[in-house]
T-cell receptor, first 113, second 113 residues
Framework: AQSVTQLDSQVPVFEEAPVELRCNYS??????LFWYVQYPNQGLQLLLK??????LVKGINGFEAEFNKSQTSFHLRKPSVHISDTAEYFC???????????FGAGTRLFVKA | EAGVTQFPSHSVIEKGQTVTLRCDPI?????LYWYRRVMGKEIKFLLH????????ESGMPNNRFLAERTGGTYSTLKVQPAELEDSGVYFC???????????FGNGTRLTVT
């Protein structure tokens, strides 16, 4: 069975500071990895995905994530955050060739002026 | 293209009543998923349709929940009779293939009093 652990439920950070949102997963098979973002009163939007190839994945809005197979991690980073990045971020995993996507509990990012 | 739409956006019902949630996926997306998020916890998988067929319904909590996708287009999720623990946000998502990222609707917030 697969599972996703997001290590921080809330992350407060000042505007223009760097941020890292941590995600660890467990799976007995090869996986696809995703980060989704949910802004207030909206659905989830895809930020970035890792399917194969380069372990450093770049997404929208200046976010990137690095797949680390040995540490089973897929941490999300941004070098300089904006107020508009305030949202909830979800890490997710699905097994290759599978259909069911498993989500973490989410990390609320608060960007302060 | 129009995104995934869900109706209603909010529903408040009393324990024992029936509620039906509707999801219209992106046109052409054969894969349709229902997820639920309870009390800020992780987003949990409920079930997956491929066209009109239930591919995986392992996440359905119990037989008070009934999902249908007649004709392989829109889907409904009925809760009958509703219980207090059914409160949460119900998300619908669709995808083109099993490897494609999910496109989410804005969710239906269900409150059972």
């Amino acid at each position: 069975a697969q599972s996703v652990t997001q290590l921080d439920s809330q992350v407060p950070v000042f505007e223009e500071a760097p941020v890292e949102l941590r995600c660890n997963y467990s799976s007995s098979v090869s996986v696809y990895l995703f980060w989704y973002v949910q802004y207030p009163n909206q659905g989830l939007q895809l930020l970035l995905k890792y399917l194969s190839g380069s372990t450093l994945v770049k997404g929208i809005n200046g976010f990137e994530a690095e797949f680390n197979k040995s540490q089973t991690s897929f941490h999300l980073r941004k070098p300089s955050v904006h107020i508009s990045d305030t949202a909830e971020y979800f890490c997710a995993v699905s097994d290759t060739g599978g259909f069911k996507t498993i989500f973490g509990a989410g990390t609320r990012l608060f960007v302060k002026a | 293209e129009a995104g995934v739409t869900q109706f209603p956006s909010h529903s408040v019902i009393e324990k024992g009543q029936t509620v039906t949630l509707r999801c219209d996926p992106i046109s052409g997306h054969d894969n349709l998923y229902w997820y639920r998020r309870v009390m800020g916890k992780e987003i949990k998988f409920l079930l997956h349709f491929v066209k009109e067929s239930k591919q995986d319904e392992s996440g359905m909590p119990n037989n008070r929940f009934l999902a249908e996708r007649t004709g392989g287009t829109y889907s409904t999720l009925k809760v009958q009779p509703a219980e207090l623990e059914d409160s949460g946000v119900y998300f619908c998502a669709s995808s083109l293939t099993g490897e494609s990222p999910l496109h989410f609707g804005n969710g239906t917030r269900l409150t059972v009093t």
